[in-house]
């Protein structure tokens, strides 16, 4: 199976903040990756699918990027609705896998 | 407005079966690709199954393969999912996922259903 390791698993930022996230893959998955918000105690929202793609009706402060094994979600301004678990995911080969999940929290 | 409703969860004992059920409206059922991913109370999303437009293609993730099935009725645009021999690490919300036109990569989630496997 493929492994995604997301870095850092906790990050604190501030409003206002760049933040980036990070997704390498175990093995090489073209640009087979999606990028998932999780808030608490609510359903996962998708963001990204094809590494740098936008779902319809994500804001564009989420970009994504990478091919091959790495892979980075970005955040271009931290605003308090953005604080969540963060979630990579590989669509390349089955079984899909997702990453550990990344928390970003208030500093 | 895309929407999915499970329901069908509950506490079972070990070995004990549920099936899952997954209500959809909004949207093309018959044209997506569906499929269920899973987390553990604390833990991170799983991905469970998945299943093509006509059926005619699934997918499971090991650690249900063989007591777990997916399936799909077109006619009533609902989505299910049999569980059999349940385990104790098989206690987790269960979502219903709905992928999306060009990737099969959820586009939209339902709001879950939980599934306890205890004595």
């Known amino acids: 199976d493929i492994q995604m390791t997301q870095s850092p698993s906790s990050l604190s930022a501030s409003i206002g903040d760049r933040v980036t996230i990070s997704c390498r893959a175990s093995?090489?998955?073209?640009?087979?990756v999606a990028w998932f918000q999780q808030k608490p105690g609510k359903a996962p929202k998708s963001l990204i699918y094809?590494?740098?793609t936008l779902q319809s009706g994500v804001p564009s402060k989420f970009s994504g990027s990478g091919s091959g094994t790495d892979f980075t979600l970005t955040i271009s301004s931290l605003e308090p609705e953005d604080f969540a678990t963060y979630y990579c995911?590989?669509?390349?080969?089955?079984?899909?896998?997702f990453g550990q999940g990344t928390r970003l929290e208030i500093k | 407005e895309v929407k999915l409703v499970e329901s069908g969860g509950g506490l079972v004992q070990p070995g004990g079966s549920l099936r899952l059920s997954c209500a959809a409206s909004?949207?093309?059922?018959?044209?997506?690709?569906l499929s269920w991913v899973r987390q553990a109370p604390g833990k991170g999303l799983e991905w469970v199954a998945n299943?093509?437009?006509?059926?005619?293609?699934?997918n499971y993730a090991d650690s249900v393969k063989g007591r777990f099935t997916i399936s799909r009725d077109n006619a009533k645009s609902a989505l299910f999912l049999q569980m059999n021999s349940l385990r104790a690490d098989d206690t987790a919300v269960y979502y219903c996922?709905?992928?999306?036109?060009?990737?099969?990569?959820?586009?939209?989630w339902g709001q879950g259903t939980l599934v306890t496997v205890s004595t």
């Open positions: 094809a590494a740098s």
């Open positions: 995911q590989q669509y390349n080969i089955y079984p899909i896998t």
């Open positions: 299943i093509k437009q006509d059926g005619s293609e699934k």
């Open positions: 909004g949207f093309s059922f018959s044209s997506y690709w």
């Open positions: 093995q090489g998955i073209r640009n087979s």
């Open positions: 996922t709905r992928e999306g036109r060009v990737v099969v990569v959820p586009a939209d």
